[in-house]
């Protein structure tokens, strides 16, 4: 299983608690661009390290997996994108 799919599998379960839609694999560039911002969000030192209630290593692990779920994103958007233009948005 990709990154990304289970990137996305984890939000769709959360969402689903709520009883929101699930969310599929993006197609095109505006189906990446809310995923890209998510992503940037996640990324956030703050929401990263659980405002500083995960062990060092813990982060290490969920900042691997985001950077890779980012590099299959990229990959459907067809080429790369940094935070300063998903901010942009």
């Keep these: 299983m990709s990154a990304l799919q289970k990137y996305i599998d984890q939000h769709n379960a959360w969402e689903a608690i709520f009883n929101k839609a ?3 694999i993006p197609k095109t560039h505006a189906e990446c661009k809310p995923l890209f911002a998510r992503l940037a969000g996640d ?3 703050e929401n990263l390290c659980c ?7 813990q982060v290490a692990i969920k900042a691997r997996h985001l950077h890779q779920v980012w590099a299959d994103l ?7 994108v940094d935070e300063g233009e998903v901010w942009s948005w």
């Design 22 to 24: 699930p969310i599929a």
């Design 51 to 57: 405002d500083g209630e995960l062990p060092r290593a």
């Design 43 to 45: 990324l956030s030192p």
């Design 74 to 80: 990229e990959v459907i958007f067809g080429r790369s």
